[in-house]
């Protein structure tokens, strides 16, 4: 039946056509409210005629509704964009603030060094230094009096260059660092009450002017390097804590203790020390006696805690001569901990590692160098490990070998005057860091470590910060000397000739790559490359359908 227009334009039908609609459960949302509707459209239309003027108070009371939504939504885009600009405003004062405070801070720490100098423009150095003669004349050996003078005008310099605001013996740092540096030429043996006694008052006048030395710290600049170091000295006990206690919330970077054979109170006063600098990064300890395990296990405890130290060294502090055999236990602790190792740098040259030989505990040495090895694999942050020194032999070498084909890391690895340490143990690095047996082998050797052994032939390899260039070398070294026997189509033969073109392209990435780093290493073109494969690859010519 024909449809036909009403006067409201709508299409309507002579009879109604019965379509069920109620019992249709579309779970409500979208669709049901479409039903719903037209439900009422159907229902509107079989009332009667429309209501137009109702129809259109409805529309405009929706749009009045809509309306209203709209200045509600400006309102609060409004107020987003005021927040906006009030905190891009705060941010600007933050800024100012931050900068005024730093300029206070730096007012403040000019005006505390200005402080210490006026206290200080007076004062006098109390204490005597007795000359080598009138100590000799005061029945002491001829050693004793030596180092007693010598120590006491050591004291005594230092101490009247602190009081002036001034860091001793400047000469010897480069650059701008700054540090104090009390050293004493002359070696002694174990000094006497009596000795101690005399140096006493020396001691005291250095540690008292160390301990407000503080503010010439804080005037430097935050990126000068820093340090605190003492050689050949000898410290009882009570100047020892003395000498704690002024070192404490000195804020210096680094912390040097050298042949100072005699020092009491050993590693607690160091872990106590490093608790209270939080900005010591480099820790180097040479020759220190007496250490046992306690103090190992204090001082590593120590290490592992400090938030900003990255750099430490033992030199010799547990060889054969000096009471050692802990430096396999110093090692194990350091690395065989629950705690992460933040090192960077760790220098353990001249420690006897593994000490097994003279011990003749051989399963420690297994234990050791596989520690060392499973620590290396797991490529912690540690990019440079000195081994100098030691006693590491073929099998020690070996098991470094295998961790390195697992640590990008680790860039510089020292294992010079390892006596022990022959050819084959030379060759497994070599392999580690170049395994020439095929491309692959090569592409997935090591190419970060630089190893510095009395072998040049290790030398050779890694020699540039950058990985891929040392990658490309390789790679590029190994297509070059087969290139001499016309040999590396044999190592194509599993690969597929459409690869043909990428396999031109990578001849040309290594040869550029690799003059980036020593271009004179090689003796042949790339193009060389090129013709032989292009020549001599059977597969080739099934590109150019050639039969």
């Not at 004062?93 to 006026?118: A, N, V």
Request: glycine fraction near 6%.
């Amino acid at each position: 039946m024909k449809k036909r227009k009403t006067n409201d334009g709508r299409a309507t039908t002579d009879c109604a056509h019965n379509v069920h609609t109620s019992n249709n459960d579309d779970g409500g949302g979208f669709l049901s409210s479409w039903f719903g509707y037209f439900s009422g459209r159907r229902d509107d239309a079989s009332a009667g005629p429309p209501n137009n003027e109702n129809f259109i108070q409805q529309s405009l009371s929706k749009m009045d509704r809509m309306e209203q939504i709209m200045v509600r939504m400006e309102e609060k885009l409004s107020t987003v964009s005021s927040l906006e600009s009030r905190c891009e405003r705060l941010e600007k004062k933050c800024s100012s603030l931050e900068t005024l405070l730093e300029s206070t801070s730096r007012i403040d720490k000019t005006l505390k060094y200005h402080e210490m100098l006026i206290r200080n423009q007076n004062w006098k150095y109390p204490a005597h230094v007795f000359t080598t003669d009138q100590l000799v004349d005061a029945d002491y050996d001829d050693d004793e009096a030596d180092y007693i003078n010598q120590t006491s005008a050591v004291l005594k310099r230092s101490t009247e260059a602190l009081r002036r605001g001034d860091f001793p013996d400047q000469d010897i740092f480069e650059g701008g660092d700054k540090g104090i540096y009390l050293a004493v030429d002359n070696e002694s043996d174990l000094l006497g009450d009596d000795a101690h006694r005399e140096l006493a008052p020396h001691w005291k006048q250095f540690a008292a002017a160390l301990k407000h030395f503080k503010p010439a710290f804080n005037v430097l600049p935050d990126d000068c390097e820093t340090s605190i170091s003492f050689l050949n000295t000898q410290l009882n006990w009570e100047m020892t804590e003395l000498i704690k206690e002024s070192l404490m919330n000195i804020p210096f970077k680094k912390f040097s203790l050298q042949y100072s054979y005699h020092f009491h109170g050993g590693m607690r006063t160091i872990a106590e020390m490093m608790g209270n600098n939080r900005y010591l990064q480099k820790l180097e300890l040479h020759q220190i006696l007496r250490m046992d395990e306690n103090d190992i296990d204090r001082l590593c405890s120590a290490i592992h805690c400090h938030p900003s130290l990255v750099d430490v060294t033992f030199n010799a502090c547990f060889n054969s001569f000096f009471g050692g055999g802990l430096g396999d236990y110093m090692l194990r602790s350091l690395i065989s901990t629950d705690a992460v190792l933040k090192l960077e740098r760790l220098s353990m040259p001249g420690n006897n590692l593994p000490n097994n030989h003279e011990l003749g505990l051989l399963h420690n040495r297994s234990n050791v160098c596989t520690q060392l090895s499973d620590f290396l694999a797991t490529n912690p942050r540690l990019k440079a490990l000195d081994l100098n020194a030691n006693q590491l032999d073929d099998s020690d070498a070996l098991l470094i070998a295998n961790a390195l084909r697992n640590n990008s890391n680790l860039r510089h690895l020292y294992i010079s005057e390892n006596d022990r340490l022959g050819d084959d143990g030379i060759e497994a690095l070599r392999h580690a860091l170049c395994d020439e047996s095929s491309l692959n082998s090569v592409s997935d050797s090591n190419h970060s470590c630089f190893i510095e052994a009395d072998h040049m032939i290790i030398m050779q390899d890694n020699v540039v910060e950058d990985r891929e260039i040392n990658r490309a070398e390789k790679i590029y070294g190994l297509l070059s000397s087969r290139n001499e026997t016309t040999s590396n189509v044999h190592d194509f033969g599993g690969i597929d000739v459409n690869l043909l073109p990428r396999v031109l392209e990578v001849v040309q990435k290594y040869a550029i790559a690799s003059m980036d780093g020593d271009g004179d290493k090689y003796r042949v073109e790339a193009l060389s490359i090129v013709y032989e494969v292009m020549r001599r690859w059977e597969k080739v010519a099934a590109l150019y359908k050639l039969h």
